[in-house]
Every structure is written in C-alpha cells, then in structure tokens.
C-alpha cells in the first residue's frame, strides 16, 4: 500500500473517532435536557393537580393519594388539540415583520389548494417551534399584503397570538400610543431567531412589535409601498415619469386592476407617492431602474397593471394622456384587454402602522445579516457562471452574420389601447352574479 494513501485512511480514521465522541457528548448532553424536561413535567402536573386546572391541551388523571398522606403520580393522558399549539402558556398579540423571495411560491395566502405559500411554510415553522397557542382564526390571525404568485416582500406584516414568557402579556398589551415596558421586550421570546432557525432559507421573520389587541394587520395599515424593477433599454423614463404622477391622488382605478365584482364594491384607492429613481446595479450599459408606488391600499393586480400602461408609454406606443382617459370610468367605463407586467421583478417594500415599533435581538440581527449576505452571494455567483457562459458563446459565422445583418428583426405590431376589446363593466359582472342566485 502507498504511503499516501496509508495516510488517507489514518486521516479519515482520525475523523471517524473524533465523531465518535462527540456523538457521545451530544448524547450527554441530550440525557442531561431530557432529564430537566421530565422535572419542569412533572411541576406543571403538580401544579395542575394541585389547582384543579383541566385546561384544553392536558387531561390529567390523578390516583387517590396514600393512607400515609403521599401522592402518587398515576397515568397521565395528554391530548394535543394540535400539533404545535400550546394554549395553556402565556400569551401575547405581536406583530411579525416578514421578508421572502417569491419565485417558487404560490403566493402569500395559503386560501387555495396550491403549494408551497409564504403563508402555509410560516405556519409549519410556527407549529415546529410550538410557538402557537392556537389555530389560525383562534389566535386573531391577520395579514397586511395578499402578494401574488412570485411576487416578493421585504416588509411584509402578520399579526397574530403567540406563546410568551411573560405573564403579564397573557390577555393584553399596551394600547395604541401607550408604551410597553422595556423588561417586556427584553425577557420575552426571541420570536425572530427561534422562526429563522425552522424557516426555509427564502423566507425570514426580521422583526417583531408588541401589538394592542384590537390591532389588525390589514385594517390597522396606514399606507404601503410597492417596488417594481426594470432594465431600462430604450424606455422614455421621462415620459413614464410623467405619466406616472397622474396616478397620484384619490381616482378609481378599475382599468388598471383584475376587476372582483363578487368581493371588491369600490375601486377608489388614493396614490399619496409616485417616482422612478435607477438602481445601483447596471449590465452591459444597461441601467437597472425602479418605479416606487406608495398608497394607503391596492387592488388586485393595480400595480402591476399600472406599470405594463407605463411601459407601453415608454416605448412611444402609447400617449401620457391615456393614463387621465383610463382613469376617467365614465368615459372609459370598459377596461380594455392588455397583459400585466411580469411579477417577479415586483417587491411589497412596506406596510406602515402607527404605534408599531419593530425590534430584533443582536443576536437574531446578525443571523440575519449574515444569511443575507451569503443569500447574496450566492445569486452573485450565479450571475457570474451565466455571464461566463454568455463570454464563452461560439462565435457566429460570417455569413450568419452578413445574414443577421441583412435581416430587420420585425417587431410584434401594436394595437392602440382604446382599439382593443373590452372587459366587461362592474355592473354587467355585478348583473351577472345576481343571475345565478
């Protein structure tokens, strides 16, 4: 045998041992938890027994104590109401601060029959870490932003009941404009490490608020703002800039929205902020630029209506003037036929309460940074492959060239907005819901 490899065996020989015992440290360690873990039981079963508490997650059945005045500890049966939920520990109304990368999700909103949502993967980690002390509609859950399929956030806000260490927080918090003791924040759960360590590397709570117990994630908003990226080619931004102001103020947007008549009975949002700014980040000279869309509320799919008007208008196929013509419903009361933006490049940047104030632990702040930082490398080195693989394309041919060359690439014709066909009206979809009652 080589001496390299005698040398390879004897290092992986060294490894296998060095494993070895820390299997054996672990499992001391494990014994020694398990160990502290039976003690709390068997106090919270005493307590229990000693109270008369039945509550709804423990049913305990207590042997008749000895002549001798000793009690001994008979079966205990233990129901779970379910999984992960622990309704008898103390509890607090908080407000999480969620961030995730959209692409692979069907959504936030885990409503419809279609997996993975930000929403249901949220929960798991929630159920994992026993955080719940009830089912969702139980523990006052809310959501602030109901964001489509692939659509991403780095503000998303959830409200909902959750277990606490402390005992004073078990009914109420501190209403709106009231401030909560620091010894709150500080000797509670740190919901934001404990989730980040359970959730799926896309998806990241990154801050946390104690919220009054009439607080809801979507009514208690005040306004929210939306960001969608895009290459700016040969966009007139100039003109989707000043186009894009007339979004702002109070109008109704149904041409620019996916029109629910059976839910949705007003269209009027009011737009309080419109601008388009470039992005630090640029390719082959083509500059990455961003629209930012603040209101106090959005319809279905408005924004991303909004933006595919706006990129019409910065391709010179469509006037500035069609946003005041799209906007006025008694003129224009048919929305007409066009295709959204992409949803991807479309980000839910914040949703803003009064009386909130969001907090993360240093520790859970480093994790968090740290996790991003390498989130983001990690797309860096990809780009960096394709944009290898983009370098190392085989040249084409001259006389692919010369053909290439001698070819006009021929641009897919457009047909005018107010040329195309129409979608029908609220009321002719109101009139047609009432027909199947």
Request: hydrophobic share 35%; net charge neutral; with cysteine.
């Amino acid at each position: 045998m080589s001496e390299a490899k005698q040398e390879l065996i004897s290092s992986l020989q060294s490894q296998v041992e060095a494993l070895q015992n820390r299997v054996k440290e672990l499992e001391a360690d494990n014994a020694k938890l398990l160990s502290k873990l039976s003690l709390c039981r068997c106090e919270k079963i005493e307590d229990n027994v000693h109270d008369g508490v039945e509550d709804g997650t423990t049913l305990v059945e207590e042997n008749r104590k000895t002549e001798s005045g000793g009690c001994k500890t008979g079966k205990k049966k233990v129901k779970e109401k379910m999984s992960g939920t622990l309704n008898h520990h103390f509890k607090r109304y908080v407000a999480l601060k969620v961030m995730y990368f959209g692409q692979r999700f069907y959504g936030f909103a885990s409503d419809g029959n279609m997996e993975p949502t930000v929403e249901s993967e949220i929960f798991k980690a929630l159920e994992k870490t026993r955080l719940l002390v009830a089912d969702k509609k139980e523990s006052h859950y809310s959501r602030c932003g109901r964001t489509d399929k692939g659509v991403s956030s780095v503000g998303q806000v959830i409200a909902i009941y959750l277990r606490s260490n402390i005992k004073e927080c078990n009914t109420n918090n501190a209403s709106m404009g009231e401030t909560v003791q620091e010894e709150q924040i500080e000797d509670e759960i740190d919901y934001v490490r404990v989730l980040n360590r359970v959730l799926p590397k896309d998806i990241r709570v990154i801050g946390w608020s104690p919220a009054p117990t009439d607080f809801s994630a979507r009514f208690s908003c005040i306004s929210r703002e939306y960001i969608y990226f895009f290459w700016r080619e040969n966009l007139n931004l100039s003109a989707m800039e000043s186009a894009g102001k007339k979004f702002v103020g109070e109008h109704d947007f149904r041409n620019f929205c996916k029109m629910d008549a059976a839910n949705v009975h007003n269209y009027k949002r009011h737009v309080t902020s419109f601008e388009i700014s470039p992005c630090y980040i640029s390719f082959e000279g083509n500059q990455l630029c961003a629209i930012k869309i603040r209101g106090s509320a959005f319809l279905w799919h408005q924004v991303r209506c909004m933006v595919a008007v706006l990129f019409m208008i910065g391709q010179g196929l469509e006037s500035i003037d069609v946003i005041e013509s799209l906007l006025d419903t008694n003129g224009i009361p048919r929305k007409p036929q066009y295709n959204m933006a992409p949803e991807i490049p479309l980000v839910l940047q914040s949703c803003d309460f009064e009386g909130l104030k969001f907090t993360c632990s240093l520790d859970a702040g480093h994790d968090l940074r740290l996790h991003l930082r390498n989130e983001c490398q990690v797309y860096q080195l990809q780009a960096a492959i394709f944009h290898e693989a983009l370098l190392n394309c085989l040249p084409l041919a001259n006389d692919q060239n010369s053909l290439r060359n001698g070819m006009v690439k021929k641009k897919a014709s457009h047909i005018p907005l107010f040329s195309r066909p129409t979608e029908p009206t609220y009321e002719e979809r109101r009139a047609k819901l009432d027909s199947r009652k």
